[in-house]
């Protein structure tokens, strides 16, 4: 990912948010539009734009040299926008859920005066944003309803992972296992983060072969778990300077690789005190072991 690829990238982005705002408008609402483009920038912000870089490099890796233009890279880096739509609204409710107060070093959306719980509006309108701007720049491509099915397909996937990992937090630490986890970093993770911007640039390319997406999809869950783990690491014991995010894994009681390998390694008396004091927001009183 060389500074030119992502100078390229960026310069779509003003693109990317006066279409947005111009489709807004239509519906006679400016006041609106000025709103879901303040929503924009704020929170595409918050995403690192390299997973949107992803889908633009594999299209340009597989793509005939005869279609590499300046048209149909340009079409690439708006996919891989669209993506980074995607990322943008999964974050914005997932901070929500997680309570979380900041991201790279900003405070959370819904936390800033004006938004609290109204960012949930906002994450629906950056994702019905993404179609938008599919419909506008891809219907006429023979691969439009494979990137419809993308989004649509990975987006719920994602959700269920998101559910998933919600629901584990209602449970003991002494329940988690690795099944459980691998279970949960292959919808919440692998999926969206590596499996989608790949894949949308293999579909744009003109990739059939069911091999290429048999053998990619092998890889990308094995880059999703180590993704997963590393950041469960870094929740726990990174630089929130560095991050720029405070973790909340253990006092939210999440199913984490930590967790996880704790429980496999963990003593009986070791076991307890996970189960009295994980999850707790509060100092636990037992004796360190």
Known sequence: MSEEEMSNFMAVYPD???????IAERYKSEEAAAWFRKSLEYN????????????????????????????????????????????CF????????????????????????????SAINDALLIENGLYELLH????HLDCYADLLELFQQNIFKCICGQTLDILLTKRNV??????????LVLNKT??????????????LAGVRDPEVFKESEAI???????????????????????????GSDIQSNKCSWLAVKCMEHASEEQKAVMAECYGQNGRCSLPSI
């Open 220 to 246: 990308i869950y094995d880059l999703g778990n180590y993704f997963q783990a590393k950041n469960d690491f870094l929740d726990v014991f990174g630089n929130p300077e560095i991050t720029g995010k405070i």
């Open 136 to 139: 506008k720049h891809f219907r």
């Open 44 to 87: 595409l912000s918050l995403t690192n734009n390299k997973n949107g870089l992803i889908t633009v490099l594999t299209y340009k890796s597989l793509a005939n040299s005869e279609v590499l233009n300046a048209e149909n890279l340009k079409l690439a880096r708006i996919l891989g926008w669209c993506f980074e739509m995607m990322i």
């Open 90 to 117: 999964i974050l914005i409710t997932d901070d929500i859920v997680d309570r979380s107060t900041t991201r790279r070093g900003k405070i959370c959306w819904h936390h800033l005066d004006g938004v609290g719980l």
């Open 174 to 183: 002494t329940t988690f296992n690795m099944n459980t986890y691998k279970s």
């Open 16 to 22: 990317i948010l006066n279409e947005l705002t111009e």
């Open 190 to 203: 692998s999926c969206h983060f590596f499996y989608l911007p790949i894949f949308l640039g293999l579909h």
